[in-house]
């Protein structure tokens, strides 16, 4: 087992050695504790370097003394440009001034707070981040790790889908017939600008209600059940039909 030896000479009147002392303490528990603690970081490092985000931890100081390997790709950076680099260099000016009004360091905490983040290229990427700040065992507040998730690829497809939407919006509200969309109970959900022209309805009249108080009463049973069939069908098109609607005049 581990033990901790400490030996001690002894030595007559005359300077001749006639013994030692010997303190032998059992230091079995630290030695299992400080293997545990070396297996722990090992797995810790494994973790930290091999992660899917960039990791970054600063210093009391909000200089940047740690990060991972994903860190250096993500930023384009290497352990020259981010070893005591200020972290807010890492921001543009505006996005930092946002990051700074969570007053993160009284919080403790910022979990998935979404900004840009500015790469050795002058490159900026949105990132979603979450920041955690580091205590000592006085409660000082000695640093912060920082955790960034590349979503350059989310916004895009974001903004790409916002446009195609504006698109299909400006498509359907100036169309020059009349549209209506409706839930799959048929109550109207939308109208285009044709669709209150030609009937004499505003989008507030008819949005809630259903699309067969707008048929004629002789039409509207047939209309219910062929609605019916199309939706049980789940078809993306169906064959039209004639229809006779009443506009607010009647």
């Known amino acids: 087992f581990d033990?901790?030896?400490s030996i001690c000479i002894l030595?007559?009147?005359?300077?001749?050695?006639v013994g030692s002392v010997a303190i032998i303490t059992d230091i079995t528990e630290l030695k299992k504790v400080e293997k545990e603690l070396k297996e722990s970081e090992k797995k810790y490092r494994t973790i930290f370097d091999?992660?899917?985000?960039a990791i970054t931890m600063t210093d009391e100081h909000e200089k940047i003394i740690s990060w991972n390997k994903y860190a250096e790709t993500l930023l384009g950076m290497?352990?020259?440009d981010l070893f005591q680099m200020p972290v807010r260099d890492l921001y543009p000016a505006s996005e930092w001034k946002k990051i700074r009004s969570q007053n993160i360091r009284q919080k403790g905490m910022q979990h998935h707070l979404e900004t840009k983040i500015q790469k050795k290229n002058n490159e900026q990427i949105d990132v979603a981040i979450s920041l955690s700040v580091l205590k000592n065992h006085e409660d000082r507040v000695v640093g912060s790790i920082?955790?960034?998730k590349d979503i350059s690829d989310r916004k895009r497809t974001e903004?790409?889908?916002?446009?195609?939407e504006k698109k299909f919006k400006l498509l359907y509200e100036k169309a020059p017939v009349p549209y209506h969309t409706l839930s799959p109970d048929g109550l109207i959900t939308d109208v285009n600008e044709k669709w209150c022209q030609a009937f004499g309805y505003t989008k507030t009249d008819v949005c809630g209600k259903s699309i067969f108080d707008f048929i004629s009463d002789h039409e509207k049973k047939p209309a219910q059940k062929s609605f019916a069939q199309k939706i049980s069908a789940g078809k993306l098109y169906t064959g039209g039909h004639e229809r006779e609607y009443l506009t607010k005049t009647g």
């Open 3 to 5: 033990v901790d030896l």
């Open 11 to 17: 030595k007559g009147f005359k300077g001749e050695i």
């Open 50 to 53: 091999n992660s899917a985000v």
């Open 78 to 80: 290497n352990k020259d």
């Open 146 to 148: 920082g955790v960034m």
């Open 159 to 164: 903004k790409n889908l916002e446009e195609s």
